[in-house]
């Protein structure tokens, strides 16, 4: 079993522990929240059957890890997400060294279930300028990886893996999105929670839904 396997598995075991964030993350794209525009964009490039290097960008909580995997769902299927997808956490693996061995040893094996390999680098704006200087090398030699990045801040990226991706502005989600689904997450759970509670909770959540949800699953624990 390679190690992109290994730890896609890890992840896809994750979803189902009882964090509900995890658990009701959106596996495609029409299960995403808010984002239309963005969703039908993205459509486009999965029916065509490719897509380009990607820099999802916003404030936390809005979905920007959510529609990198559900476009690697639509695009590799669920035997090509196990096989050829690997998600990092740019913040925790960010020695250059990482570049030169799990990103480009993933980047060079031969896709199994696609024409394409899928590579998820979370919180790039937490790199290094080493970091970021390989892995724009690293983006322009590989024709089969597609390398789909997530920031908060987007001015702590290069000019040069900006230059080289579609950059995607994620907003703060609508209040009644979110109120909407927390509604639907506390119907299939089975918490009891009035529309008001809901309200507020979608409020104070300015925009994060996985805030959100982390208050609604405080709640259940509460009324357990």
């Not at 999802?56 to 997400?81: I, N, Q, R």
Request: glycine share 6%.
């Amino acid at each position: 079993m390679t190690e992109g396997v290994e730890m896609q598995e890890m992840t896809l075991k994750s979803f189902f522990k009882g964090v509900l964030a995890e658990k009701y993350r959106p596996k495609y794209l029409d299960e995403v929240v808010g984002h239309r525009q963005v969703v039908k964009e993205l459509k486009k490039c999965v029916e065509a059957g490719d897509i380009p290097h990607l820099l999802f960008y916003g404030p936390p909580g809005v979905g920007k890890t959510s529609l990198a995997y559900a476009v690697a769902y639509e695009l590799l299927g669920e035997d090509g997400v196990l096989a050829d997808f690997i998600e990092l956490n740019a913040s925790d693996d960010n020695g250059i060294d990482t570049v030169r061995t799990k990103i480009k040893r993933f980047c060079s094996t031969i896709p199994l279930f696609s024409k394409l390999r899928i590579i998820l680098l979370d919180e790039v704006d937490y790199t290094t300028k080493e970091f970021q200087a390989a892995l724009r090398r690293t983006m322009e030699k590989y024709y089969t990886a597609r390398f789909i990045l997530t920031a908060n801040e987007v001015k702590n990226i290069s000019d040069a893996i900006k230059s080289r991706c579609k950059l995607i502005e994620l907003e703060k989600l609508d209040l009644f999105d979110i109120k909407d689904r927390l509604r639907w997450i506390a119907n299939v759970e089975g918490i009891e929670v009035s529309d008001s509670d809901l309200y507020v909770i979608a409020d104070e959540s300015d925009g994060d839904l996985r805030s959100a949800i982390n208050k609604l699953q405080m709640l259940k624990g509460r009324r357990m």
